[in-house]
């Protein structure tokens, strides 16, 4: 077939940003070209329509195909880490609707329904500005940590997920004794999975005579540690947690002026609606 005519019609990329980690914890292949040169175009009506796919959405699939179409040297979704995902979808949604977003919002005063014009430009400017803390020293031992890729948050969310919808149906009828048994069984599996993400997030561990990345004997050595170890790499994982949500937007209800702090989130169903 000859080049199609309407080709200068198609999309073009409405901003180039770069993966706010630079590409540091992305393994080869997944972003293709330069990860802080990634061009981003605003969604097709295909994928605004993936994104209102409620089975697409919840397994992470939407998120997945919307991410590889809008930032096309993206190669593989699944494989972009909790640190570059929220950067890059803002990106998605400032290329397809601009940069304002209307947020609404119910002052806890007064009641007067209040609707703020978020510019989600200045607000993605954030991510520029964070760094992902990934060394730990613990004297002799330095332990290095990673963050989870969409593919491993999102599987953790989804067992999370089906595990406590579980403990909610057994601790309906705790009085049964099998059920209690089956509500301690399924604690013990939500420890095991935090754990796991624990395990999970521990990239290597560097002690004098060796490099350790085998998730196995880190593993074993965790459980062989006091708790203490456990709690300084927890808080690590916690604040950089912390540092990479995106900041509240402080703001003041037209009434009364009660200041608020507004939470952004990417929650998709609603941050991807055109209004
Ligand atoms: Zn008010």
Same mark, same amino acid.
């Given at each position: 077939?000859?080049?199609?005519?309407?080709?200068?019609?198609? +999309?073009?990329?409405?901003?180039?940003?770069?993966?706010?980690?630079? %590409? #540091?914890?992305?393994?080869? %292949?997944?972003?293709?070209? @330069?990860? #802080?040169?990634?061009?981003?175009?605003?969604?097709?009506?295909?994928?605004?329509?993936?994104?209102?796919?409620?089975?697409?959405?919840?397994?992470?699939?939407?998120?997945?195909?919307?991410?590889?179409?809008?930032?096309?040297?993206? #190669? $593989?979704?699944?494989?972009?880490?909790?640190?570059?995902?929220?950067?890059?979808?803002?990106?998605? +949604?400032?290329?397809?609707?601009?940069?304002?977003?209307?947020?609404?919002?119910?002052?806890? $005063?007064?009641?007067?329904?209040?609707?703020?014009?978020?510019?989600?430009?200045?607000?993605?400017?954030?991510?520029?500005?964070?760094?992902?803390?990934?060394?730990?020293?613990?004297?002799?031992?330095?332990?290095?940590?990673?963050?989870?890729?969409?593919?491993?948050?999102?599987?953790?969310?989804?067992?999370?997920? +089906?595990?406590?919808?579980?403990?909610?149906?057994?601790?309906?009828?705790?009085?049964?004794?099998?059920?209690?048994?089956?509500? $301690?069984?399924?604690?013990?599996?939500?420890?095991?999975?935090?754990?796991?993400?624990?395990?999970?997030?521990?990239?290597?561990?560097?002690?004098?005579?060796?490099?350790?990345?085998?998730?196995?004997?880190?593993?074993?050595?965790?459980?062989?540690?006091?708790?203490?170890?456990?709690?300084?790499?927890?808080?690590?994982?916690? #604040? $950089? +947690?912390?540092?990479?949500?995106?900041?509240?937007?402080?703001?003041?209800?037209?009434?009364?002026?009660?200041?608020? @702090?507004?939470?952004?989130?990417?929650?998709?169903?609603?941050?991807?609606?055109?209004?």
């Amino acid at each position: 077939m000859s080049p199609n005519p309407l080709q200068k019609y198609f +999309r073009q990329p409405k901003l180039y940003v770069s993966l706010p980690s630079k %590409g #540091t914890y992305t393994a080869p %292949g997944v972003v293709n070209g @330069d990860p #802080t040169q990634i061009p981003v175009y605003a969604m097709t009506g295909m994928d605004e329509i993936l994104l209102k796919t409620p089975d697409a959405l919840f397994n992470g699939e939407s998120t997945v195909k919307v991410l590889q179409s809008c930032c096309a040297t993206v #190669t $593989n979704g699944w494989e972009i880490n909790a640190v570059d995902l929220d950067h890059l979808l803002i990106a998605i +949604r400032i290329a397809t609707y601009g940069n304002m977003m209307a947020v609404e919002h119910t002052c806890a $005063n007064c009641g007067t329904e209040n609707e703020y014009d978020i510019d989600l430009g200045l607000l993605n400017e954030h991510f520029n500005h964070v760094t992902f803390d990934d060394t730990i020293d613990l004297g002799e031992i330095t332990v290095k940590i990673r963050p989870l890729t969409y593919k491993e948050m999102t599987a953790f969310n989804l067992e999370n997920y +089906r595990l406590q919808k579980m403990l909610i149906q057994s601790a309906q009828n705790f009085d049964n004794p099998e059920n209690q048994k089956t509500v $301690n069984d399924l604690y013990k599996q939500v420890a095991e999975l935090q754990n796991e993400v624990f395990i999970q997030s521990i990239e290597s561990v560097e002690i004098p005579e060796a490099v350790v990345n085998q998730q196995a004997y880190i593993k074993e050595w965790i459980t062989n540690s006091e708790s203490e170890l456990f709690e300084k790499i927890k808080e690590r994982i916690e #604040t $950089n +947690r912390k540092n990479w949500k995106l900041p509240p937007v402080n703001s003041k209800c037209s009434n009364c002026g009660t200041a608020t @702090d507004l939470e952004i989130t990417m929650d998709q169903a609603s941050f991807f609606a055109r209004k």
